[in-house]
Nanobody
Framework: QVQLVESGGGLVQAGDSLRLSCAASGRTFSSYAMGWFRQAPGKGRDFVAAISWNGGSTYYADSGKGRFTISRDNAKNTVYLQMNSLKPEDTAVYYC?????????????????WGQGTQVTVSS
């Protein structure tokens, strides 16, 4: 069974930075793509960023391009989301997820395992 645990969320001001981490259990972490999604209050869950199994390819939603960076450390079974120049509209619960594929994916149905989420709140 794969377990994902996010951390690093919090309350920040607009323009600040945060780095989210997602630690995965199990020995298969390095074989699969990972992704970050977010869900704002009263809205559906949206794709944020994804990274391929070896970190060689990344993909971002337009909302985070130029501000967010996804990375992974397969030796530590951890994926990260560096978020810079945060805006109030970035406020959401952020989830990491493990895909069933090696190359990055942007749709929820391509992800089998999900973390419990970490709250990010950006004040103006």
């Amino acid at each position: 069974q794969v377990q994902l645990v996010e951390s690093g969320g919090g309350l920040v001001q607009a323009g600040d930075s945060l780095r989210l981490s997602c630690a995965a259990s199990g020995r298969t972490f390095s074989s699969y793509a990972m992704g970050w999604f977010r869900q704002a209050p009263g809205k559906g869950r949206d794709f944020v960023a994804a990274i391929s199994w070896n970190g060689g390819s990344t993909y971002y939603a337009d909302s985070g391009k130029g501000r967010f960076t996804i990375s992974r450390d397969n030796a530590k079974n951890t994926v990260y989301l560096q978020m810079n120049s945060l805006k109030p509209e970035d406020t959401a619960v952020y989830y990491c997820a493990r895909s069933e594929y090696r190359n990055y994916r942007q749709y929820e149905y391509d992800y089998r395992y999900w973390g419990q989420g970490t709250q990010v709140t950006v004040s103006s």
